[in-house]
């Protein structure tokens, strides 16, 4: 793994390190306590739940953050099919970039796979911030995900990720906002 720096800088395009980097972590901290790591995690988070109820959590954490990878793919690959990407790329680095640091607010390199789940979250809530243009940018539904991971952190954690996510849109947003005029129109 490189340091972001170089990798996400003023280049518009992504490169496949990107997501190879984020399958890299992924492995990295399933490695570091597995899903045991992720149960207690969640244990403390849930301590209304039984076992079982923490297992089958834990298991769905998982599948989440496995998912993240396939995520940023298909929206690279939905900028590249409408020509978005000056717009949705550097949204995706944004992204990326968090999901590389190795601190943040919940560090998996300490943590192991309870780690990602603020990774996770982050890639989740800038996808859906790029669903509120005119047209839908991904046909996915991902408010259970996004609602799902925000009570395993917490409100406090999942407030700082959300205005993440904002100030990632607010960033492009005027170059945003003219390319779904121009889709629009196209319409």
Known sequence: ???????????????????????????????????????QFIAKALPESDEAEVTEAAEVALEIIESVPVFLARARQEADERGLTSVVYPLLRHAERYYVQPMDLIPEMTRGLPGLLDDSYLVIRIIEHMDKGPQEFLDWDLAYPSRFLQRLMGPA??????????????????QLAELWEQMAHQA
């Open 1 to 39: 793994m490189s340091d972001s720096t170089e990798e996400f800088g003023a280049d518009p395009t992504l490169t496949d390190g990107s997501i190879s980097d984020v399958l890299a972590i992924i492995e990295s901290a399933k490695a570091r306590g597995g899903l045991d790591s992720l149960e």
């Open 157 to 174: 954690i999942a407030q700082r990720l959300d205005r993440i996510a904002e100030e990632a849109m607010e960033e492009v947003s005027t």
